[in-house]
């Protein structure tokens, strides 16, 4: 264990909160007339996810959004980030609205206004209604169109309440993992389909947020969530490495940025990826939609990536974190691998690199010295145990989270414009294809009883948002 002697102190304004998804945390997949996702579909089919692990029941929090909403005030979060499911409230993802589904969430808003917790909500974190991907899915330019609807209609309803207003989580996964290397739902491997998923993520985003603009205006805060690579060259002065650093960062960051923030797709995201498609699927007038400029960028941050050119000499090393297979979770980057990483590593097997999210702030405070930023996903999955004295000593996670909040702190100080910050997650949930076999929690879920535990993490974050310091890492045991 490291710990970071300094009590780095952040500004009263700056917003604390947690971070949840529909899919991971919800359950009642059938009730009150949700209609099927594509996780659900990809959950069900074998050997897609660890133990066929699904999110039927997940942590309950359907039931149990009270119990829930008491522990964030007690945490004394200023914010909350959550997702709707989308076919909760349009079941078939087009055509009828589902009253009951709009207002499980009206209710859940106004209990956070109620216990004075701000609702940051994402309008769409991985649940796509399943009859939206028997059309086609994201690869088809009819899901964006369905998209924009929808985001009017939840802008419309929870307009009044809701400022913040965040249109994908990680459009990057949605796109590459989901349609390329086939890890997520909803499974497809298609490199062509993957990009242009990429392209109706950014046009669905660009939609959604039109929406957003013409019906609240100046009062709203728009934003996006991204999971930007730090994708280091292995040997920074070779000309090869840097080459493949560029083509991931094109993928990965470029691909989602500059059409939002300027635009344009960059000319060597293009050229990489023509062998693959001529992106006709980018139509007249799509960019103007797209470039919706954003509020707010929000950041996802979890481990750094190490590449280096690929010369087909020996097998490929494709340590990515993403358990993506090298043919086509990277479109046009076949020569590009991706290295192993010193440790340490969580139990998801990402390295430990908070300078990673130094980097990342600093850079994109550089290129868009306007735009503000937010740390909407950070933190660690680790194989917790209740101890004999009936606590989660995790202490892994609290020397995680302050090492990244010291790094976040430290980009501050260079200058980057960082509002607030989210761990991942308020509680531990349905983690995609690895199930429930993988803990991100700062409260603990007991799977049999549905019973919420309060780890020592989240004692540790407690104390940290009533001071707006970091609490050292060895306090956290005795925290109560
Ligand atoms: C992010 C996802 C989130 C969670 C964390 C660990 O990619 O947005 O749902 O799974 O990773």
Same mark, same amino acid.
């Given at each position: ?220 805060? /728009?934003? $996006? ?5 730090? *994708?280091?060259? @292995? !040997?920074?002065? +070779?000309?090869?490495? #840097? ?127 306007? /735009?503000? $930023? ?5 933190? *660690?999955?680790? @194989? !917790?145990?209740? +101890?004999?004295?009936? #606590? ?89």
């Amino acid at each position: 264990m490291t710990t970071t002697p300094s009590a780095r102190t952040f500004p009263a304004s700056f917003v604390w909160g947690a971070a949840t998804a529909s899919y991971q945390i919800e359950g009642a997949v059938d009730e009150d007339g949700r209609g099927p996702s594509i996780w659900d579909t990809f959950a069900a089919t074998p050997g897609k996810t660890l133990d066929g692990h699904s999110g039927a029941v997940a942590a309950d929090h359907y039931h149990r959004t009270a119990e829930d909403i008491a522990i964030m005030k007690d945490l004394g979060l200023d914010a909350y980030r959550f997702s709707l499911a989308w076919p909760r409230i349009q079941p078939t993802g087009s055509g009828a609205f589902n009253q009951a589904g709009l207002d499980f969430y009206a209710r859940l808003i106004d209990d956070l206004l109620e216990a004075g917790i701000d609702p940051v909500v994402t309008m769409y974190h991985w649940d796509l209604p399943q009859p939206l991907e028997d059309a086609g899915g994201w690869p088809a330019r009819d899901t964006a169109l369905r998209f924009g609807e929808y985001g009017r209609k939840v802008v419309e309803t929870y307009g009044d309440r809701v400022k913040v207003w965040t249109t994908l989580n990680e459009p990057w996964c949605s796109s590459y993992l989901g349609y390329g290397s086939g890890v997520h739902a909803p499974g497809r491997t298609s490199d062509a389909d993957a990009l242009a998923a990429v392209h109706h993520l950014n046009l669905g985003h660009g939609l959604a947020g039109r929406a957003v603009r013409e019906i609240l205006g100046e009062g709203a805060t /728009l934003s $996006l969530t991204l999971n930007l690579h730090v *994708a280091r060259p @292995d !040997d920074p002065t +070779s000309a090869e490495d #840097r080459d493949a650093a560029r083509k991931i960062d094109a993928l990965a960051n470029r691909a989602f940025l500059n059409p939002v923030l300027d635009g344009y797709y960059p000319e060597d995201l293009l050229a990489d990826t023509s062998a693959i498609t001529d992106w006709s699927f980018v139509q007249d007038g799509d960019l103007e939609i797209t470039h919706t400029g954003l509020d707010v960028l929000g950041v996802n941050f979890y481990s750094t990536q190490r590449v280096r050119r690929y010369t087909f000499e020996h097998e490929k090393t494709m340590a990515d974190g993403h358990g993506a297979s090298a043919a086509t979770a990277w479109p046009g980057a076949d020569d590009v691998e991706f290295l192993v990483q010193p440790g340490p590593y969580t139990a998801m097997g990402w390295n430990i690199d908070p300078s990673g999210m130094t980097e990342l702030l600093v850079g994109l405070s550089k290129t868009y010295p306007e /735009l503000p $930023l937010m740390i909407t996903e950070n933190g *660690a999955a680790f @194989d !917790d145990v209740v +101890s004999e004295d009936g #606590r989660v000593h995790d202490v892994d996670r609290v020397s995680y989270v302050h090492r990244h909040l010291d790094a976040v702190g430290e980009a501050m100080e260079a200058g980057a414009d960082v509002r607030g910050y989210f761990v991942w997650s308020l509680m531990d949930n349905y983690e995609w294809a690895y199930g429930y076999h993988r803990r991100f929690g700062i409260i603990r879920i007991d799977y049999d009883t549905l019973e919420r535990i309060w780890k020592d993490s989240a004692y540790w974050y407690r104390e940290l948002l009533r001071t707006d310091a970091l609490p050292p890492v060895e306090s956290a045991a005795d925290l109560a």
